[in-house]
C-alpha cells in the first residue's frame, strides 16, 4: 500500500482480510479509528541514531582503529577508551542490523594485516591486502535482499572512512619504524656513548669504578684516569663498562 499520511493509510486498509497465526482470516475495520501517538524519548532516538547503518559502520571502523591505536602506542589512554566505546556501540547495532559476519570478519581481519605490516617486512603487500579485505568487509557489509531492497553503507561513507583508517596506520606505521631506527636509550645498550665520572682512580690494571646515570658501574680501559674526570662509555659487557678517555 501506498498512502500519503496515516489516516489515508486507514481508509485502504479498512475491509482486507487478513489471515491470523491460526489460519482463520479477519476483517480490518481501522477507517476513522482514533489514533494515539506516542513519541520517542531522548534515549530512544539516541539508539535510532547509533542504529543508522552508516553510524554503525562509522562508529565500528572508530572502534577498530582507536583500538589499534592503542596497541600501537600504549598509553595513550584517550584512543583507547573512545575506540573501546565506540565499538561496543557498534555491536549493539550490528545486533539489530541484518549484517553478514563474514564482512565483520573481513573488516577484523584488514585491521589483523595492517598490524602484521607494522610487525613483518612486506613491503607493502600486508598493507595492500588489508585495504581490499576492508573496501570489501564493507561493501558486503549488511545483507541485501535479492530485490536490491534494504541496508547498505554509502559509498560516500566508505571510501572516506576506508582512506582515513589507511592514513592512521600509515602514520602509525612510520612512527614505529622511525623509533625501531634510534639509538637505544633504555637498559645497559642506552649506556653507550654516554659520559661517566670516575669515581675510583684506574690503575695499572686498567681496572676502575664509574658513576653514571646514578649507578656504581665497575669499568675497564681509560689507564691513568684520574677521580672525578669524564670518561666515555665505549661498550657493556655483562656487568662492566669499558671506556675511553676524553680528548
Given at each position: 500500500i501506498i498512502a500519503r499520511d496515516v489516516p489515508d493509510l486507514l481508509r485502504q486498509l479498512d475491509g482486507r482480510t487478513v489471515?491470523?497465526?491460526?489460519?482463520?482470516?479477519?476483517?480490518?475495520?481501522?477507517?476513522g479509528a482514533r489514533l494515539d501517538v506516542r513519541?520517542?524519548?531522548?534515549?530512544?532516538?539516541l539508539l535510532?541514531?547509533?542504529?543508522?547503518?552508516?553510524?554503525?559502520?562509522?562508529?565500528?571502523?572508530?572502534?577498530?582503529?582507536?583500538?589499534?591505536?592503542?596497541?600501537?602506542?600504549?598509553?595513550?589512554v584517550l584512543p583507547g577508551i573512545a575506540g573501546g566505546i565506540s565499538l561496543l556501540l557498534a555491536l549493539y547495532a550490528f545486533s539489530v542490523l541484518p549484517v553478514r559476519l563474514a564482512a565483520i570478519a573481513l573488516i577484523v581481519c584488514a585491521v589483523a594485516l595492517f598490524i602484521a605490516e607494522v610487525k613483518v617486512t612486506s613491503h607493502g603487500l600486508l598493507a595492500a591486502g588489508g585495504a581490499v579485505s576492508?573496501?570489501?568487509?564493507?561493501?558486503l557489509l549488511y545483507?541485501?535482499?535479492?530485490?536490491?531492497?534494504g541496508y547498505r553503507v554509502d559509498?560516500?561513507?566508505?571510501?572516506?572512512g576506508v582512506l582515513v583508517t589507511l592514513a592512521v596506520v600509515a602514520f602509525l606505521a612510520w612512527r614505529t619504524v622511525?623509533?625501531?631506527r634510534l639509538p637505544v636509550r633504555t637498559g645497559s645498550e642506552g649506556l653507550v656513548g654516554e659520559t661517566a665520572r670516575v669515581v675510583r682512580e684506574f690503575g695499572g690494571d686498567g681496572r676502575g669504578t664509574v658513576l653514571v646515570h646514578g649507578e656504581y658501574w665497575n669499568a675497564?680501559?681509560?689507564?691513568?684516569?684520574?677521580?672525578?674526570?669524564?670518561v666515555s662509555v665505549s661498550r657493556v659487557e655483562g656487568f662492566t663498562l669499558h671506556v675511553e678517555r676524553r680528548l
Open positions: 489471515n491470523r497465526v491460526g489460519g482463520t482470516g479477519v476483517v480490518l475495520r481501522v477507517a513519541e520517542m524519548g531522548a534515549i530512544e532516538k535510532g541514531v547509533v542504529t543508522h547503518p552508516n553510524v554503525a559502520y562509522i562508529l565500528f571502523l572508530v572502534g577498530l582503529v582507536g583500538l589499534y591505536f592503542e596497541l600501537a602506542s600504549p598509553g595513550a576492508l573496501v570489501a568487509g564493507s561493501a545483507a541485501v535482499p535479492s530485490r536490491g531492497e559509498l560516500s561513507i566508505i571510501v572516506p622511525v623509533l625501531r675497564r680501559g681509560a689507564p691513568g684516569a684520574a677521580r672525578g674526570e669524564p
